[in-house]
């Protein structure tokens, strides 16, 4: 099993700035892709953002030029930093990675989800 811990959401500003962060945890053999969702009230979970093991990148058009996704590997940490918010950045933002554990194969894992609110 997989367990996805993240922090950093909260109120900011619109033009400010934060910094989420996914942490996983449990008995995996090695973490591939990790990657952030979000969901706003009445719309679809839309991807933000990913990144393979090898480093590579994916961002929605929305939001490039202003977030940035790293990875620290040794910490099977992901972290998410959002700048220049804008007010439709409001939404719960959702961890995911894939990882391979030896009962159940490369599997999608979710984290609980944080609230990012960029006030106008």
């Known amino acids: 099993q997989v367990q996805l811990v993240e922090s950093g959401g909260g109120l900011v500003q619109a033009g400010g700035s934060l910094r989420l962060s996914c942490a996983a945890s449990?008995?995996?053999?090695?973490?591939?892709?990790m990657g952030w969702y979000r969901q706003a009230p009445g719309k679809q979970r839309e991807l933000v953002a990913d990144i393979t093991s090898g480093g590579s990148t994916n961002y929605a058009d929305s939001v490039k030029g202003r977030f940035t996704i790293f990875r620290d590997s040794r910490k099977n940490t992901a972290y998410l930093q959002m700048d220049s918010l804008k007010p439709e950045d409001t939404a719960v933002y959702y961890c995911?990675?894939?990882?391979?554990?030896?009962?159940?194969?490369?599997?999608?894992?979710w984290g609980q989800g944080t609230q990012v609110t960029v006030s106008s």
């Open positions: 449990g008995r995996f053999l090695r973490i591939s892709r």
């Open positions: 995911t990675t894939e990882a391979f554990t030896i009962g159940a194969g490369s599997q999608t894992y």
